[in-house]
């Protein structure tokens, strides 16, 4: 029986480059960040290089012919969407695949041309050099670093990203062909690629500066991997979006694969080993047995962090020892990094703004529900009033960012968690909701308490002062005394449901940040 899948196809990519035994540049990284961008990878090898991240050791070029036997094997047997070039290293090469390129005339080339190393020194020959420039001609876009496109133009290097732009629109009105500006080596506390077009407009990718040595194949990665994007069909913009997020995140963690002595890799499969972790079946949680006291709460196995808004008595003591992985884990979170440093691209703060209004109607029907089961008339008041301020106040401040912007439907991360709510607080015990709403108040608050002075002009200032809001700071304080009495008036088998459903709701707005970096 034959079966049909509606998914699209997966890009088929060919990279044109030498070899890195190390796996971190070269036809090594090529491969893998095709594969992560979702392509098909295929390599053709121009040379062979001795190398590791300490430095090249030897280099030896196999003659043409056995290049143009490699590109003819792929050609004649595969469809090529898209074409990546990166080493070649002389004059004669550049021919070959010049030659090849004719024939083919595939619908995406990007040029990596490797003729300068950050450092300045020259990788390559007058007469390669000047083959190179008629070679960037044919390109969809090259992605030169900063010396590079100094050569191609003849000029000094650019001293700052305005400079390097300016070259760049220069060279991309004379020759017709788009240009990826790479200013991750400059002095600036971001690193931003900006793609330049023909008539001079531009459009940027920015992230934060990571303090790392892991960079080594960096260029590489980033040109195989917009190959691929373009090669799928992504709009220009939004490939270079894609690959600066993909490949910030690559170089955070490269660090934790201790590969080398030297200038080490990046991690090309950290982002799809962290979406593989997300989808994971396994339950958060195993149930947890009737507390008889706080001190039968099973804690994290490590201190918890301090807490902003201190826990109230025994039981929220033991809630907050509990959950402080998630507490750490939230802080720590590419999310909120890229929110505080206003990396954070607008399309991923759109739709978290997006959920997080979804996110509040359903909260507020929570809360009112705690409102009108609590046996306090205080309590009752009190959720009353929280659940008044989440339709009030903090949706107007959603209507002020996302004015003018079509409605978000909710996602599944942002469904599965508002279903949790209501259920906890409309269908179980009083104290199990009470359990369930608390993260969002304490956890928020956390968050807010650990973030720094926001720069004027910061893009998301405004948002970032509202975790920060001394109200809500004493709201939380509040809604621990309630939790605290909630717990101590419960049976033991009530109260095990009101922990499970808290660390529960703990793990819930961790997968709530960090929906925004799936997008």
Known sequence: MTTSCSAPRPPRVLSIAGTDPSGGAGTAADT?????????????????????????????????????????????????????????????????????????????LVVDPVMVATSGDRLLDIDAEEAMRQFCRRASVITPNV???????????????????????????????????????????????????????????????????????????????????????????????????????????????RVGHGQGPVDHSHRARRLAADASATAWFAPIEPLESPETLVGSPEPAPTAAVAPVGPWTTALWQASADLARRIQASDFVAALVDGTLTGHAFNFYLGQDAQYLASYSRALAALAARAVD??????????????????????????????????????????????????????????????????????????????????????WLDTYRDPEFTKATSHTLSVVEKAFQQAGSAARARAAHAYLTACRHELEFFDQAMRV
């Open 32 to 108: 893998k960040s095709i594969t992560a961008a979702g392509g098909y990878a295929m390599t053709v090898v121009t040379c062979l290089v001795a190398q590791n991240t300490t430095g090249v050791r030897a280099v030896h070029t196999p003659p043409t012919e056995f290049l143009s036997e490699q590109l003819a094997a792929v050609s004649e047997d595969v469809t090529v969407d898209a074409v990546k070039t990166g080493m070649l290293g002389t004059a004669r090469i550049i021919t070959t695949v010049s030659d090849w390129l004719d024939r083919l005339d595939p619908r995406v």
């Open 377 to 462: 008339p205080q309590d009752s008041v009190w959720w009353a009033q929280s659940s008044q301020t989440c339709i009030v106040e903090e949706a107007a401040l959603h209507r002020t960012w996302l004015e003018g912007c079509d409605q978000v439907p909710a996602g599944p991360v942002t469904t599965a968690y508002t279903d949790f709510l209501l259920a906890h607080t409309l269908g179980d015990d009083y104290v199990v909701g009470v359990a369930s709403v608390l993260p969002c108040f304490w956890l928020y608050a956390q968050v807010g308490a650990g973030l720094p002075e926001v720069p004027e002009g910061h893009p998301y200032a405004l």
């Open 147 to 257: 010396p590079e496109l100094a050569v191609l133009l003849g000029e000094a290097p650019a001293r700052d990203e305005s400079g390097a732009i300016d070259q760049a629109k220069r060279w991309a009105a004379r020759t017709g062909v788009d240009v990826v500006v790479k200013t991750g080596h400059l002095e600036s506390r971001t690193a931003t690629n900006t793609w330049v077009h023909p008539d001079g407009s531009t459009e940027a990718a920015a992230s934060s500066w990571v303090e790392t040595t892991n960079t080594h194949g960096t260029g590489c990665s980033l040109s195989s991997a917009l190959a691929t994007r373009l090669g799928a069909g992504d709009a220009p913009g939004d490939a270079l979006l894609w690959v600066t997020d993909w490949l910030h995140e690559s170089i955070q963690h490269g660090a934790a694969l």
